[in-house]
């Protein structure tokens, strides 16, 4: 069969377009090429038309995104997750289901169509909370963990429950319960045998071949569990899933980890999936808007309702109160792309009708459109009334990079709250700091062992103190996108860079200013070698009426000292009246 | 249409064993793919069938792959080609190509047919060429530059040429020539008025994107020229190839670029391409070998005898010899994955029969499996008759990372015979610079648009002499990676690291530890300042018979005189006994 230029073309500007104009908005691009599809293909204007080969490619693009959603997540976190996200997943998950369900079926449906309803508005779809996430800068909130956790665990459930789903409509079994459930149970101990105990076998000889080399035992891998899973009378995607979740940092290695997840996500996202949802939003039947408006809205409608309300009746035991609650389930009311993949296979299946696939759509659009509104309005709400509560970070600790004296020093301060752990290629500096009873790694901190070995994956810190502008950046930016650590400061000495160099450094690696600005390092480092530096505490220059003059901060100011804590500082730290500052004193 | 998980899966699995299988020998993966289509395909075993939905992911396969080929050629380098160059890839085009035609056409082929086995037999493989000659550590001689413009002239005249023939077969203009001229001219002065006027226009704009914001377009791009290259009658993959051309740094800058060809290349090579391959592989009809063995003997005759000849009979007019010409012509005789792709159109087309493609296919195996054979075997005979001559490269200059003393020092020994750019961070360092009569960039070396602005592109030396030896060797693989500098030498400082991590470094780096061994920057900058340090000329020392003893080489040099040239030294320098060494002494 021939590849249809000319109808990809079509397809993916329109896609690319369409999306582009979405995230302009606030929306995710996935809503822009439903619309697309909906809006320039057969249901209106005609302007686009399918093609067996599109199909093909939207089929791939939607095991790539579905890999890709699976590398995203660890399953290691599933275990961890807080009850608060367990309760909100559930609730979230549960509620929407069975009104979708009664609704359904009272509606004439049958059972099948009404269990695929049920699950198609539980889903909380993953990828498009995290950017709404960074616009509202919410990230280091409670409610964006527990939100993070909630769709983490909703999903997961979600593709169990069709996997069960789909096994039991497959024809082909006859209708053995006994046979269909054995597959699935078998497909899951499988692939959960050969992810946690095979794969990593082979951790060792995949990490040194490095991208290239891997990449195609990826796809191998993506292929071999798509097909173990339709093999199982489940769907390849759900293969798909399972193989990114263990297709990870610790298989593969953080930087090949990085690098496979770039290559999968440009292909789906940028490529191949969006061929999925334009071509899925050519099946949408505009009729049904206005035969069934009714449904439409009741189905939309219990979908949200059930998924607010039952995340907040379900969070109620936490005890953060009804009102984080609501918050939480207008957050994970979006269904975005994992609920339009459900659908179309439901729809392929035959275990839908296309009345039924084209109001799931209207729901995936109508619900991930309400996120943007009604969690800013909640977040402000919640603002508003103090009650916008911080995460407790899961990271602790600070790594530092260069163990010069001046970092010996800070580690030592640092060490008071938190474990610290220093990275320097040279030896005696590495020497002196384990002199000085701290832990040090001595390497190179521009590699991803050296900062594994550090602990990167699990400090809230990472001082890139080196005096050296280019390789502090650079170790930045790989704390940040390597590693996700939340905290970056890059030290800043005027001596050395221009300050618009070091602005732009900082930006690019989203991290902060250490200490209170330019800082003088090979100076201090003397004096401290010299032994004319010392540590001292002092209190927090304030007015009056207790507000924190920060222009009145002394200079060689280190840490702050709040409570049991010792915290590094940056220019933009927020002072408390109460902090004892820690100041190198010359 | 379902995408068919088992049948891709098991062409996927076997293309990458055989084609790792195929490396391990020393032969360019895509032998084995095409090895494993015909052992495991229809042809033979049957245990691989083909499917219409692999049809679609090959034929994406082969644009992808085109558009990398294309992406690999700078259209300013054809125009730049030696004079050596054109007559190589003109003879070495057409002698076989017209050797071939005349055997077909007396073998009792359509004129079409032989126009078309003609020009597969004149294709020389760009792909399979880099690798064997990085193998035989002929990236600087004269014959792998004069190899490289002659694969890369031969390439692109024979797609161009490809056109031509591809739109005259097209039934659909009903054998107007005219029309069919008028549309191939057509065609190549838009894409090149496109590539050349429009594209660079959106540089900036481009550029400002990203490779997550580019890499939408490039696709979008890729088809957009394909599907022209196929309304003018050609083929797409036509277009694919052009659009390679056009979507460069200028356009899209280095990094971006790179991180797209990335993707390219994991995306063909790695998943795509060898579905095309091994479904290639599928059509051969090995009843041929036996029926028709006469032709197959003389088609591959007459296109290696041709290929070799040819080369070195047009290559005469050089004056380099015949012997290098034949070296030459054994070197370009692979035809690999161009020919197949062409051989594969030229049977779906309808314009070869399946004979012929099975003749072709065995053309493409037997003449790349002669390449690793003949050029070693050729390579060493001229090296041992001392005629394996060493190019004229066409990058001159040397950029220095890090403007210390020292460094401005070297910058001006070696000024002397080369452009010597310095880049540092240091506004003060590059001031100094300057004074000396230095040209000096500041900035960071680790961006690329500091490197550019220096003349990486251009240059052939890069030192990075920060004295850092985390940013050394950074810079050193953005030289290596992203501008293909040369020869990349890292300052080793015995007292800032150790040694394995020097080694390290210059490994991953594939560069050289610059003087002869450790120097002690801070300390030679620090006597260079106090005026305690002098330049000064000495011979090299030498035994008796006049071979150079390294061992006595004096401490501090810097670089060396050859004739007019001033060279920069490193540990695996080879001195001549004739040349002066520039030496730092104090």
């Known amino acids: 069969m021939e590849l249809p230029l000319l109808p990809l073309l079509a397809v993916l500007a329109s896609a690319f377009l ?11 691009s996935v809503l822009g090429e439903l619309m697309a599809g909906i809006v320039l293909g057969p249901p209106l ?5 399918s ?10 693009g939607i095991l790539l995104m579905m890999l890709y959603v699976g590398m995203e997540i660890d399953p290691s976190e599933l275990g961890r997750a807080s009850k608060g996200g367990i309760l909100a997943a559930l609730g979230g998950f549960i509620t929407p289901f069975v009104l979708a369900y009664w609704v359904v079926t009272s509606w004439g449906g049958s059972t099948m169509e009404g269990l695929f309803v049920g699950m198609a508005a539980g889903v909380t779809s993953l990828a498009t909370k995290s950017r709404i996430l960074v616009d509202l800068k919410l990230l280091d909130t409670r409610i964006a963990h527990v939100m993070m956790a909630g769709a983490l665990i909703a999903d997961t459930l979600s593709l169990v429950i069709f996997a069960g789903l789909i096994s039991v409509a497959n024809p082909e079994d006859g209708g053995s319960l006994w046979l269909v459930a054995g597959k699935v149970v078998l497909f899951f101990g499988g692939t959960w ?9 082979f951790a060792g000889a995949l990490q040194r071949m490095g991208t290239a080399g891997v990449f195609p035992v990826v796809i191998l891998v993506l292929l ?34 990085r690098d496979i997840m770039t290559w999968v996500r440009r292909g789906a996202v940028g490529f191949l999936a969006p061929v999925f949802f334009v071509t899925a939003g050519f099946q949408v039947d505009l009729a049904v808007l206005v035969d069934s408006t009714m449904l439409v809205v009741i189905v939309v409608g219990v979908a949200t309702v059930g998924k607010i309300l039952g995340t907040a009746l379900f969070y109620l035991p936490t005890g953060y109160g009804w009102r984080e609650g609501l918050v939480l389930g207008a957050g994970m009311n979006g269904r975005g792309a994992v609920e339009i993949i459900i659908a179309q296979i439901g729809l392929a299946a035959g275990i839908i009708s296309q009345e039924m696939f084209s109001v799931l759509v209207v729901m995936a659009i109508a619900t991930t459109a309400t996120v943007p509104v009604l969690l800013k309005l909640g977040v402000t709400w919640l603002r508003a009334r103090g009650e916008l509560v911080t995460a407790r970070e899961s990271r602790t600790g600070a790594i530092i990079i260069g163990a010069s004296p001046l970092n010996r020093l800070l580690g030592k301060v640092l060490a008071d709250s938190m474990p610290v752990t220093l990275i320097d290629t040279r030896e005696d500096h590495c020497a002196a700091a384990r002199e000085a009873g701290l832990v040090a790694v001595q390497g190179s901190a ?4 050296t900062l594994t070995e550090a602990g990167a994956g699990k400090a809230a810190y990472l001082l890139a103190h080196t005096g050296n502008p280019g390789i502090d950046a650079l170790v930045g930016r790989l704390a940040r996108q390597v590693f996700s ?5 890059l030290l800043f000495d005027a001596s050395r860079m221009k300050s618009s160099a070091h602005q732009n450094a900082k930006a690019h690696v989203l991290g902060e200013t250490s200490f209170t600005g330019s800082f003088a390092l090979d100076e201090w480092d003397r004096r401290i070698m010299e032994g004319s530096a010392t540590v001292c505490e002092a209190p927090v220059p304030t007015r009056a009426d207790g507000t924190v003059l920060k222009d009145e901060l002394p200079a060689g100011l280190l840490a702050v000292r709040r409570g049991r804590d010792v915290l590094p500082i940056h220019t933009h730290f927020k002072y408390h009246p109460e902090d004892i500052l820690i100041v190198l004193d010359s």
């Open 18 to 28: 369409a999306g582009k104009l979405a995230e302009r908005i606030g929306y995710p």
């Open 193 to 201: 045998a050969a992810g946690t105990y095979l794969l990593p076998r």
């Open 446 to 449: 521009l590699e991803d062992v």
């Open 485 to 489: 650590i939340p905290h970056v400061h």
């Open 224 to 257: 071999l569990f798509s097909e173990a899973a339709h093999l199982a009378g489940a769907h390849g995607i759900l293969g798909a899933f399972i193989a990114g979740m263990f297709l990870r940092e610790n298989v593969i290695g953080h930087t090949v980890s």
């Open 51 to 60: 093609h067996p080969a599109l199909d093909v490619l939207a089929q791939l």
């Open 45 to 49: 204007l005609g302007l686009l038309t």
